[in-house]
């Protein structure tokens, strides 16, 4: 059985706020920045394939996302106007995203 927390009912990104709103079968809404996404892509570019290799990224306060890709049934990537997409957000990381 699926956990409500981590299936998501719809996607929304909002461009000029900047912020993607995601609506959860639990009845939750997160509301994630785009600069937040950007940062915290968790792709081995940005976080590397261990702990250590993580990169601090910044500069991204005017990101925006420019498409949102479903993967399979469990997951986006984001396109960001910086030309990064390399990034596939599970459902499990976007919830706890919303939680930092």
Known sequence: MSDPRTQPLEIR??????????????GHTSRL??????????CAECKGHTPDQA???????????????PVGHYAVQLHFSDGHNTGIFTWEYLRRLDAE
């Open 13 to 26: 990104p909002l461009m000029i706020s900047r912020v993607m709103e995601v609506d959860w079968a639990d």
């Open 33 to 42: 920045t785009f600069e937040h996404l950007r940062v915290e892509c968790p």
């Open 55 to 69: 990169q601090i990224i910044t500069g991204k306060e005017h990101v925006s996302v420019v498409e949102v890709v």
